[in-house]
């Protein structure tokens, strides 16, 4: 079983966005899929509904906007654990996952924004190059060279088919024969218009996965099956891989379920040549502020967001984060490294956190 591709009910093409190739070129692309491509006079996006929370947020989540990215986008961020730099291809993401980590970083009506301006996006990038200070100050992580990570404000692959960003952004880095790495990471299958790119094995693509006992937590995303049999076909088609096990839920049952899910990756992977796997391993986690909006979009989700078995942690700018304790956070950690030593013996564990 595949996922099915996104159809937004709406595109708004703001009135910038017009003046860039690839803003038009996503509007011709939805046109041609048949969704309604409203051209706005300007660059505001407003869908109606001021007054109806549950309204806005499900016309923003039907609605694909084509907008120029604001030069504060622009400015690349280091995005620890994960990689040197982060960049964004779009803002938001069409699919329902109840503890969202997006939930506490965008604001208002969750509207999908794909950026128009994709040269600016990249021309930003080179002067990245041997700047990092996350994976390239790792001992175990720097052969990986200056990385760039495209999944912190979307996923990427969700939107693939209506935007193409992705795929330029992979030929561009296959292109670009200096020590690199751009990372994505999934909760969709579509590949297909991967596979066939000159990808110079410098983008490593991550299925996000949970079992299926989760299932319910996650709407509008690809089942997990087909999300590993599409993280297994990028294999084939030679690019480094990994799997973003993530949140990680201490749930009633959550041993098992995790155990069947490593086995379920292990053969899923077993056939792909020269397996060259990570692993991230990232439990649950909310604030205050994404715990309210997320209870707002979700109030029937029963995911766990209480005090039970959780400790409040710091950040370093000194809001507060709520984490498992670190007693359940001992046990989840052995039991991961000790199932991964025994069913993919080969996959490197980039962090824990
Ligand atoms: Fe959020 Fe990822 Fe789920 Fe999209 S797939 S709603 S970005 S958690």
Known sequence: MTGRLWQPKRVLLTRSARDWAHGIAIAERAAGLGIAVDELPTDRLALGFPDDDRRAYAAAKQTLAVVVAPPSKLRLQPIAPSADWRVDLAQGCPAHCSYCYLAGSLKGPPITRAYANLPEIIAELPR???EGTITSRSSARAHEGTTFEASCYTDPLALEHLTGS???MIGWFGAWQVPTQLRFTTKFDAVEPLLGLEHGGRTRMRASINPALYARYE???????ARLAG??????????????????????????????LIAQAAEALATVPGLDLTIELITHRYTPGSKAVLESWYPGSKLEMGAANRAEKRTKFGSVK?????ATMRTLRGFFEAEIAARLPTARILYWT
Request: aromatic share 8%.
């Open 166 to 168: 992705l795929s330029a």
């Open 128 to 130: 990245h190059l041997g």
């Open 219 to 225: 709407g509008g995303t690809s089942p997990v099956a």
């Open 231 to 260: 993280l297994a076909k990028m294999g084939h088609a030679g690019y480094p891989i990994g799997l973003t096990i993530a949140p990680i839920i201490a749930a009633e049952g959550w041993e098992l379920a995790y155990a069947t």
């Open 322 to 326: 709520h984490v498992y304790d670190a």
